[in-house]
């Protein structure tokens, strides 16, 4: 949706038009990246393209004549802007919050996925209790219990994963120094 407007969220500015980029391989979450371009021309045509990097598919909008507002019609926005920019605020907050925590919650499913076996039992509960925890309460409209319960969630799993770190160092640790016993007791059955 190609928008005009002064304010942060989508749905309180004007629409100019739409267009779709389809075809895009499939890929995971967070991996696409797609670059968007604006360009102006001489007789005031918008055309804005969007293009996929990894596929280079790209899709195109051009947009005449509606993007000519009067100088009334700029300062109608700026005002309205103006006025609604502690609401827009809180607005942009929460869907920050939100997104974070979405984010978070699909962090935290890979995560558990990865480690597999490494990961005990009495260590999944309380993240998967957190992560549900989060997930009841992330499309709802208290910013803070948002904020906290994402919090809550990200701290857990980092000491976690700070866990499983320790123990993967303890068991290189061991293998190292039972290769080193195997290492020395070659030698000296070489030096007899």
Excluded: C, W
Excluded at 41 to 58: F, P, Y
Excluded at 71 to 93: C, G, L, S, V, W
């Amino acid at each position: 949706n190609v928008l005009q407007g002064e304010r942060p969220i989508a749905t309180d500015n004007r629409s100019l038009g739409r267009f779709i980029l389809s075809g895009l391989p499939p890929a995971p979450r967070g991996i696409p990246q797609v670059e968007v371009m604006f360009d102006i021309d001489a007789n005031g045509i918008l055309t804005v393209t969007a293009k996929d990097k990894a596929s280079n598919k790209s899709q195109s909008i051009k947009i005449e004549g509606s993007l000519g507002l009067s100088e009334e019609e700029i300062e109608k926005m700026k005002k309205e802007a103006e006025m609604h920019a502690t609401e827009d605020k809180k607005k942009r907050d929460l869907v920050e919050a939100r997104n974070n925590a979405e984010n978070l919650i699909y962090t935290v499913e890979k995560t558990l996925k990865d480690a597999g076996d490494k990961l005990k039992e009495e260590d999944k509960k309380p993240i998967n209790d957190k992560k549900e925890e989060l997930s009841k309460i992330k499309d709802g409209e208290d910013l803070e219990e948002i904020k906290n319960k994402t919090e809550e969630l990200s701290t857990l799993i980092q000491k976690i994963g700070a866990k499983m770190y320790e123990e993967t160092k303890k068991e290189d640790t061991v293998e190292e120094a039972e290769t080193e016993e195997v290492k020395n007791n070659d030698e000296d059955k070489d030096n007899k």
